[in-house]
């Protein structure tokens, strides 16, 4: 079995620089709610999205194998 990492998928962003990799995010899964708030308090859109250990955590969205994992292109 080839095992998919996060940090090897096109949807792995860094928080930041400073950030461990640990604490990525997947920009496959966006927090909708928080995004639709800020938005309607602003009129800005803020993009926050999940970590990537919470997509691997659950079934319902990338869960341990990897569901919708995309190599990233070089």
Same mark, same amino acid.
């Given at each position: ?19 461990? /990799? ?24 803020? /993009? ?27």
């Amino acid at each position: 079995m080839n095992t998919k990492f996060c940090i090897n998928c096109k949807y792995f962003v860094e928080l930041d620089r400073f950030t461990s /990799k640990d604490y990525g995010c997947c920009t496959k899964f966006p927090k909708i709610d928080s995004n639709k708030i800020e938005y309607l308090v602003t009129g800005k859109e803020i /993009k926050e999205y999940y970590l990537c250990r919470t997509a691997r955590n659950f079934d319902s969205m990338c869960g341990e194998e990897g569901k919708m994992y995309e190599p990233k292109e070089n």
